[in-house]
């Protein structure tokens, strides 16, 4: 907690953290706040369709006559509430998976990377919508298959870096002392590998985002009338040029978000590499 | 090593053992990654059989659509044999599609392969072209950077770069059709409307939004992989030893940094195409583009699941084929590990 904390505040100190971090807490008040200021329901029809903003529908009418900008509002929360569960489920998942397969090595190290190797060779989109196809655009399997594709490439950096954890003394004379696995699991190599794992959720938000928008977009994520932004974007492809609006705002939302989302990802990687204090390797259980 | 034994042996004995090690690293390599990669595909085609395979009722049902009665449905699972045990529907299959039939489709029963295969084609054709237009952008953007870096041009393009590179790949394709296509200037078609037989060649206009799209998408992974390598090469001693030897920058950036930067670029490279075979669904799917990403959606729209299986075996086959491909440049390109000093 005390290294989330410095690599934070080592982030926002850098122009382009500050800037990613900006960007994302605009667009997280606008998703979150959104349905409370939202001037009209999402489902409500308020115009003609393709209507021009006009002063009751700021941003005009989209392809069912509703108004745009209370879709708008009212179509980011949940979008940003799956990415975030889906992504911790996955990088949970793919760090529990990475420290097991490092401590004991041998047969189920060789499972695990090679089951890894599996999930990896087929496109993360080919398998949501393969998933999907298969029971449906329910929410939990969405958050299920943005977790699937975090998991495996989570497990292998998570490993890379237990491994090298498991290789010190002190793990090895825990070890030798007989002291049950999962302990030094949780007490020795957890600590250690808690600043990679925190840096690969940051980094991996962004593409979860971008997945379930995509899914929407597609038509196979969260489903009409409920507003959203992927799917504002492909129902409203149709008239362009009649009305960009509905369009072109979730688009550059959707950008702001991302963009912002990986730049500050990226200034706590790089705090994360470059420690301002020498950091010690956390050895909780060396005095009992 | 053959400085020591130039002296005492003749030439031809110390040119065999080179030979050798030359040879044998890459097609070991290549025959590993080969097998692997077979058994990755049997795995993937195994668990993607199962997994659409498991509500076989809703195949029927969304084949006959309206017309759906109880003996409708039951008579059509009986007739596309989905009743029978899994694993001998899944080897059926299997053998089948080794010999290059891949079933008939579950949604207007013309047979898989006939009209796979020229969208994998059209498919095939954009990423191509995307990677090549990439690669040469990337290599040219991230070199330009690594020579003037730390001044205004670096730190604009590689903050643009980074910009871009968080972008999802369809939001990206939407804001260049709105800039290049309706709103802002009207240069390109937003969709294409080309029937899958034709080469998409034929109206390269067609192609200039998708392939854009995805050479937005991977250039700056190129393009900062390259920066870092540069870097490293034109501070290394003997760029330093070049330079002081009065070598022109032209002949330093191409004879001593760029091969150097082979075996990552090739890497990067590497996994931007893999990247792509996924992206390219989207893409497709934005631009109307005939390929095989977009026949996938309609495919799982219908569940039609030969289709499905079709596609998804023919992506992971790409997918391990760019795999060993990059990994056995990559070891072509740095002789240090194909000959290990003794």
Known sequence: MVELARITKSACRTPQGLVGLVLVTFVTIVAFGGPFVAPHSATEFVTAPFAQPSGDALLGGDVLGRDVFSRLLEGGWLLLILSLVGTLLGVAAGTVLGIVAAYFRGFGDTLVMRSVDVIMAVPELVLALVLLSVLGPELWLIVFAIALSHAPRTARVIRATSLDICERDFVKARRATGVHPIRIMLSDIGPNVSTPVLVEFGLRIPWSIALIAGLSFLGFGLQPPDPNWGAMINENRIALIENPWPVIVPAFVLALLTVGANLFADAMGSAAKNPTMEKETVDKGAAS | ?342
């Open chain 2, 1 to 342: 090593m053959s400085t020591s034994t130039h002296a005492i042996a003749p030439a031809r004995v110390t040119r065999r053992p080179a030979l050798r090690l030359r040879r044998a690293p890459i097609l070991r390599l290549i025959l590993e990654r080969v097998a692997w990669g077979t058994l990755t595909l049997l795995i993937v085609s195994f668990l993607v059989f199962m997994a659409t395979s498991v509500l076989p009722g809703n195949v029927a049902t969304s084949v006959l659509g309206n017309l759906a009665t109880p003996e409708s449905v039951t008579s059509l699972e009986e007739q596309l044999g989905l009743n029978d045990p899994a694993l001998e529907r899944y080897w059926q299959w299997l053998t089948s599609a080794v010999q290059g039939e891949f079933g008939s489709s579950l949604a207007n029963g013309a047979s898989v392969t006939t009209f796979v295969v020229p969208r994998i084609i059209n498919s095939l054709v954009l990423v191509t072209l995307a990677g090549i237009v990439s690669s040469l952008l990337g290599v040219g953007l991230g070199l330009m950077c690594a020579v003037y870096r730390n001044r205004p041009f670096d730190r604009v393009i590689s903050g643009v770069v980074l910009g871009l590179a968080s972008m999802p790949a369809f939001v990206v394709g939407v804001l260049l059709v709105v800039v290049f296509s309706t709103t802002v200037f009207h240069w390109f078609p937003a969709i294409s409307t080309i029937p899958p037989e034709i080469s998409p060649l034929s109206d390269p206009t067609k192609l200039v939004l998708p392939v854009l799209t995805l050479v937005v998408v991977t250039v700056p992974y190129i393009t900062r992989m390259l920066r870092a390598v540069a870097i490293e090469a034109l501070e290394s001693d003997y760029a330093e030893m070049a330079v002081l030897k009065g070598v022109s920058t032209r002949r330093l950036l191409f004879s001593h940094v760029l091969p150097n930067t082979v075996a990552p670029i090739v890497q990067v490279i590497g996994v931007c195409l893999s990247f792509m075979a996924g992206g390219v669904v989207i893409v497709e799917a934005l631009f109307n583009f005939p390929g095989a990403g977009s026949r996938l959606v309609e495919a799982v729209s219908a569940r039609d699941i030969p289709v499905i299986q079709a596609i998804t075996v023919a992506m992971t086959v790409f997918y391990i084929f760019i795999n060993v491909a990059t990994d056995a440049i990559a070891l072509v390109a740095t002789p240090r590990v194909r000959f290990p000093q003794s």
